[in-house]
Nanobody, 125 residues
Framework: QAQLVESGGGLVQAGGSLRLSCAASKQTVSSYAMGWFRQAPGKEREFVAAVSWGGDSTLYADSAKGRFTISRDNAKNTVALQMNSLKPEDTAVYYC??????????????????WGQGTQVTVSS
């Protein structure tokens, strides 16, 4: 069973950048599609970005397009989310997730099998 650990969250001013990283242990996730989701206080968890097992296919929420980039390094068993031009509305806990059974990215959280504990991202105005 894969274990996912996120890192890289923090406090940043609007317009700034952060790079989140997700490290998988106990099991390789090289054959899994990977995704990032986020949850703000009082709101439901929402999709941010996802990448196929091979890294050649990506999917983004409209709110992330043009600002966020998802990437993966299967040799290191890691997935990253580069976030630029951050806005206060990006403030949330960000979760990494692994989706087995299919190699392709998905925006549907119920299709993901493993989840990390989350990392807080706070964007000040």
């Amino acid at each position: 069973q894969a274990q996912l650990v996120e890192s890289g969250g923090g406090l940043v001013q609007a317009g700034g950048s952060l790079r989140l990283s997700c490290a998988a242990s106990k099991q390789t996730v090289s054959s899994y599609a990977m995704g990032w989701f986020r949850q703000a206080p009082g709101k439901e968890r929402e999709f941010v970005a996802a990448v196929s097992w091979g890294g050649d296919s990506t999917l983004y929420a409209d709110s992330a397009k043009g600002r966020f980039t998802i990437s993966r390094d299967n040799a290191k068993n890691t997935v990253a989310l580069q976030m630029n031009s951050l806005k206060p509305e990006d403030t949330a806990v960000y979760y990494c997730a692994a989706k087995g059974g299919s190699l392709f990215p998905s925006s549907r959280p119920w299709e993901y099998d493993y989840w990390g504990q989350g990392t807080q991202v706070t964007v000040s105005s």
